[in-house]
């Protein structure tokens, strides 16, 4: 037999999330999670999740970069990074080079498919910034820029 209602049963006709909404870590996630769902999908068709896209997108930037520093740079643990490195280099969009001055180290690179590849991504990733940031004024999305920077770096 069902369960009764009481007068003591309250029931929610519209629901209050103003305490959340005054939350900074509840709107960091709920902006973030509106634009990883874009993303993910958007880059689907280059099979990179975010990480892989910002480990490439450091490589793009800065050739030569190594291992340590994309650790550093991405907040990454180094088991974390190794497989993910290995993928892509299985993949053949980047490659290892000795490093210039450290005989310890090898530098990252991407190779010609990496680069084309990256080219596409970064235009995709562009164009979907840009679907985001029509919300705002030029001027609130650098103020966002900025002031979620304050908060991570």
């Known amino acids: ?52 896209f910002s480990v490439l997108s450091l490589i793009t930037h800065n050739p030569g970069i190594t291992s ?3 650790c550093s740079t991405l907040g990454i643990l ?5 497989g993910m490195i290995n993928g892509l280099e299985r993949r053949e969009l ?11 180290a090898m ?16 235009s995709t990733a562009v164009q979907l910034e840009a679907q985001i940031a029509s919300r705002l004024t030029p001027s609130e999305g650098k103020t966002l820029i900025r002031l979620l920077k304050k908060i991570y770096l």
């Open 78 to 82: 180094p088991p974390n990074l190794v």
């Open 94 to 104: 980047i490659t290892r080079l000795p490093h210039p001055t450290d005989g310890r």
């Open 107 to 122: 530098g990252l690179h991407l190779t010609d498919a990496g680069a084309r590849l990256m080219a596409e991504a970064e």
């Open 1 to 52: 037999m069902p369960a009764r209602k009481t007068a003591a049963t309250p029931s929610v006709e519209e629901v209050d999330t103003s305490y959340l909404e005054g939350l900074l870590g509840y709107n960091a996630r709920r902006a973030a999670l509106a634009v990883i769902e874009v993303f993910l999908q958007r880059m689907a068709v280059y099979d990179l999740r975010p990480v892989d």
């Open 68 to 70: 340590r520093q994309l």
